[in-house]
T-cell receptor
Framework: KAGVTQTPRYLIKTRGQQVTLSCSPISGHRSVSWYQQTPGQGLQFLFEYFSETQRNKGNFPGRFSGRQFSNSRSEMNVSTLELGDSALYLC?????????????FGSGTQLSVL | GENVEQHPSTLSVQEGDSAVIKCTYSDSASNYFPWYKQELGKRPQLIIDIRSNVGEKKDQRIAVTLNKTAKHFSLHITETQPEDSAVYFCAATIGGSYIPTFGRGTSLIVHP
């Protein structure tokens, strides 16, 4: 099986712009979660989608949004970018999203905001 | 919500030494504790996990121990090798939750 695929791998944007990141989960996986990774801050949870519905949400401002399509692919959008949004954005998928499941991560999208 | 503290943030050892990374959690309802390893420039991958009904779990050179009373768990790596160099993340999941809370990570450096 192909792994979790994230595109693009790198993005450079300027403040005020918006950006959309894409995540294709492992075939058959229905849960997709998103994380922001910055040096020293670990993995900060953004949100999780299951069967096209947002099931869980972290403590990020409303500028961060996402969605999931019927094929389980997910997108994350950040509007009105700020310098502090520069980070590695990781998505992870799991089979049915049952509690305590192993997460399979993508390689991430490195976002730089200038 | 759950809060996970991880120490140390950086750990430097000589090849062949043992390495120990410690995490504490706040919510006694947490009952699943995975560890992820992220090599430089690569994706995090699960290396070992433990559930609250078990006190210790081993897999070759790595082991995880759990002390539910004290609410802490640790990753032990014996006979470290340069390929063990990576960032290690602990996590805790509250029973019934789909989302683990991660620690801030430990950068392990193994010197040859």
């Amino acid at each position: 099986k192909a792994g979790v695929t994230q595109t693009p791998r790198y993005l450079i944007k300027t403040r005020g712009q918006q950006v959309t990141l894409s995540c294709s989960p492992i075939s058959g996986h229905r849960s997709v979660s998103w994380y922001q990774q910055t040096p020293g801050q670990g993995l900060q949870f953004l949100f999780e989608y299951f069967s096209e519905t947002q099931r869980n949400k972290g403590n990020f401002p409303g500028r961060f949004s996402g969605r999931q399509f019927s094929n389980s692919r997910s997108e994350m959008n950040v509007s009105t970018l700020e310098l502090g949004d520069s980070a590695l954005y990781l998505c992870a998928s799991s089979t049915s999203g049952t509690p305590q499941e192993k997460l399979f991560f993508g390689s991430g999208t490195q976002l730089s905001v200038l | 919500g759950e809060n996970v503290e991880q120490h140390p943030s950086t750990l430097s050892v000589q090849e062949g030494d043992s390495a120990v990374i410690k995490c504490t959690y706040s919510d006694s309802a947490s009952n699943y504790f995975p560890w992820y390893k992220q090599e430089l420039g690569k994706r995090p991958q699960l290396i070992i996990d433990i559930r609250s009904n078990v006190g210790e779990k081993k897999d070759q050179r790595i082991a995880v121990t759990l002390n539910k009373t004290a609410k802490h768990f640790s990753l032990h790596i014996t006979e470290t090798q340069p390929e063990d160099s990576a960032v290690y993340f602990c996590a805790a999941t509250i029973g019934g939750s789909y989302i683990p809370t991660f620690g801030r990570g430990t950068s392990l450096i193994v010197h040859p």
